[in-house]
């Protein structure tokens, strides 16, 4: 049984704010290989990381609560303007993607720690209790 006990993988505590910047991380990664193929002329390679980038990003909207005012209505514009860059609008933009996704992913990251510490703290609700949270998450 010890043998075994050597595969266990170390449970993962996940807050709100990791979540959001391994979504982030994942979609910022794929975008960047994406235009590294299509620049190579490998658009074919390049839309499986594409579709993978929108789903991560419709998750992002998706998860958008509007009860708290003004910042998550702009959060659904900002994700909007995304997907637009990510090939759901008419014209590829993954510069202008990128350039959105990393100056949010910035904001997110100085805002980390603190975040984290008012979900252990009980400020804010664990993730845990709302498992539909994690349903999208696949970074």
């Known amino acids: 049984m010890q043998r075994l006990d050597s595969y266990k993988q ?7 704010i990791e979540m959001l910047l391994a979504a982030y991380d994942g979609t910022i990664a794929r975008l960047q290989v994406a235009q590294e193929l299509i620049e190579q002329g490998e658009m074919q390679r390049a839309q499986p990381l594409l579709f ?5 990003v419709l998750a992002l909207y998706e998860g958008i609560d509007l009860r708290y005012g003004e910042i998550p209505a702009n959060m659904q514009k900002l994700y909007l303007f995304v997907l637009g860059c990510i090939g759901v609008g008419e014209k590829l933009d993954l510069p ?44």
Do not use: F, H
């Not at 510490?117 to 498992?131: D, I, N, S």
């Open 10 to 16: 170390p449970e993962v505590n996940w807050t709100r």
């Open 52 to 56: 993978t980038a929108q789903r991560l």
């Open 96 to 139: 202008g993607a990128l350039k959105v996704l990393r100056i949010i992913q910035s904001g997110l990251q100085d805002i980390r720690a603190t975040a984290n510490e008012m979900e252990r703290g009980g400020k804010l609700a664990p993730v845990t209790e709302e498992p539909q949270l994690l349903r999208n998450i696949v970074a």
